[in-house]
């Protein structure tokens, strides 16, 4: 199983990024897909979700309203839509695949990790 994400990359306040993670080796259709980072000297945190059929989606209080998580099946991929970023949004971003049904803010839930991508926001 490999999952590799991209996309970041260096933007101004304000600004978009679009993240993407590409999948394979696993049935992804069939896995919720999720979004951490961790910004330096902190802990990895949760930043969006998205379940198994794509209908429902969940946010970290932080993002919600400006980032937008989708996934396309076809392609066995998903992204992170950023927009408005801030300072505070600079970190590494990883894509992580759960199989469990329920969608979670819990590390522990996912089985499979990306690399990390790093977004950084300068003011």
């Known amino acids: 199983v490999q999952l590799q994400a991209s996309g970041g990359g260096l933007v101004q306040t304000g600004g978009s990024l679009r993240l993407s993670c590409a999948a394979s080796?696993?049935?992804?259709?069939?896995?919720?897909m999720g979004w951490f980072r961790q910004a330096p000297g902190k802990e990895r945190e949760f930043v969006a979700a998205?379940?198994?059929?794509?209908?429902?989606?969940y946010y970290a209080h932080s993002v919600k309203g400006r980032f937008t998580i989708t996934r396309d099946d076809a392609r066995n991929a998903q992204y992170l839509q950023m927009n408005s970023l801030k300072t505070e949004d600079t970190a590494v971003y990883y894509c992580?695949?759960?199989?469990?049904?329920?969608?979670?803010?819990?590390?522990?839930?996912?089985?499979?990790w990306g690399q990390g991508t790093q977004v950084t926001v300068s003011s």
């Open positions: 998205i379940n198994w059929s794509g209908a429902s989606r």
């Open positions: 080796g696993l049935p992804f259709s069939r896995y919720v």
């Open positions: 992580a695949a759960s199989r469990f049904q329920a969608m979670s803010v819990l590390e522990t839930e996912y089985e499979y």
